[in-house]
């Protein structure tokens, strides 16, 4: 998600607000967010304390000094992974999904496997673990699991980005109930903003207060669901690479989380097979159509535009709006365009389908896709040699 601010976030904000039913008053807006009880998947809180000991297996420990701090939430994860993999069965669900059910709000936590026999020490895992680590962006939160197999033990650690800490938050909640979002930024950042998804529509920012900091800054903001259903909160934080999403977490107004599974995003039906680039385009012109605005013209000059920023990604083997490459606008106006708005959707999946459903999953992408301000697309995606789909979906108004 990328977008110049100045245009887009009006044209995202516009309308009245559907996430604000009452302003709070001056009491509940200074009441300190409650405590979250441990081992409590009730609240989201970054980092949540960590109860597992580690010095009894020395790769345990090993393994949690290369990865980065201790998170207790990622470390139920971890060991769920371990132990069923150690006996041979599939894991139940995505490492986000376990991660977000036990009240972790990391953007995008990954996980490691490794079996090994009495031969492999420690030294030599946390080798194999350092390697991995190279595409997961510091400051780090992680959580280390171990079970035993027949040949030895399965270690899980489950690794995320960790740019901020937040204060917990309830993740069940009545309609109109306020709830404060109170979030520190670990790394530095020159804005921030709370963009709010509810169960259906386009997502809207919320009044947001950032105080920046030279090691980043303080975030706080308000919001209350306006109706029952699945709402997603998403910290978007303005860094050196652009826009980014720093934190996210779901609350469950008047339903219970059985109720809102996941559901596949409007488009995947008709991506089909073939060109990558071809069927995120029929993705993304069906959730639109969903969504009753125009379809977006395809742009070759947006379109080469973004073929050459995925060709750098797959290259590096890092997402980013900034990939050395400057970021959308700066690109698009090196290219002779002179653009009004400008958005851009990155990502990286095991397949297009995966990526549409994160990229709709996610408000502030979600806001790039049903923006009405946009015109124009361009498309692009590549493979790396391990399999992996890298996506670009550049937007523009008026590409000129």
């Known amino acids: 998600m990328w977008r110049r601010t100045a245009l887009l976030l009006g044209a995202v904000a516009c309308g009245p607000s559907r996430i604000a039913p009452a302003e709070p008053t001056a009491a509940e807006l200074f009441t300190p967010p409650p405590r979250a009880p441990e081992g409590s ?9 960590s109860a597992r000991e580690t010095s009894g297996d020395p790769a345990l420990g ?9 998170d207790g939430a990622l470390e139920d994860v971890a060991a769920s992974w371990a132990a069923a993999r150690a006996v041979g069965g599939a894991t139940p669900t995505s490492v986000k999904a376990a991660s977000r059910a036990r009240g972790a709000p990391y953007v995008a936590p990954q996980v490691w496997i490794a079996s090994a026999g009495p031969e492999v020490g420690a030294d030599a895992l946390r080798a194999r673990l350092t390697e991995w680590l190279g595409h997961v962006r510091s ?13 030895g033990h399965v270690y899980a650690v489950v690794a995320a980005e960790a740019a901020a800490t937040l204060t917990p938050v309830a993740t069940r909640a009545r ?42 800054g303080h975030v706080r903001a308000r919001f209350a669901p306006d109706r029952a259903g699945a709402f997603v909160a998403q910290l978007v934080a303005d860094l050196d690479d652009g826009p980014r999403p720093v934190l ?40 639109r159509a969903g969504e009753s605005l125009p379809p977006l013209t395809r742009s070759t000059v947006l379109d080469a535009l973004c073929a050459a920023h995925v ?3 797959t290259r590096t083997g890092r997402v980013a709006h900034d990939a050395g490459d400057g970021d959308p606008a700066l690109r698009a106006e090196t ?13 990286r999946a095991r397949s297009v389908a995966t990526a549409h459903r994160a990229l709709w999953a996610s408000p502030s992408h979600r806001a790039n896709i049903l923006s009405p301000a946009f015109t124009h697309v361009g498309i692009a995606a590549a493979r790396s040699e391990g399999g992996d789909v890298f996506v670009c979906e550049l937007f523009a108004d008026d590409p000129g």
Do not use: I
């Open 139 to 151: 400051p780090r939160r992680c959580g280390v699991g171990a079970a035993r197999s027949g040949k």
């Open 175 to 216: 309609v109109g109930e306020w709830l404060t979002v109170d979030a520190q930024l670990l790394v530095g950042a020159t804005d921030a903003k709370l963009v709010v998804l509810g169960p259906s529509g386009r997502p809207r920012p919320v009044p947001t207060t950032f105080s920046r900091a030279d090691a980043g």
């Open 311 to 313: 060709a750098r990604m």
């Open 335 to 347: 290219a002779g365009l002179r653009p009004h708005a400008v958005g851009e959707n990155v990502a």
């Open 248 to 287: 996210e977490f779901d609350v469950y107004a008047d339903v219970s989380p059985a109720q809102a599974r996941e559901r596949p995003a409007p488009g995947e039906a008709v991506a089909g097979g073939g060109d990558d680039a071809e069927a995120l385009s029929r993705m993304l012109g069906a959730a």
């Open 41 to 49: 998947g009730l609240f989201a809180e970054a980092p949540r304390k």
């Open 62 to 70: 090993a393994l949690l000094d290369a990865c980065g701090g201790p």
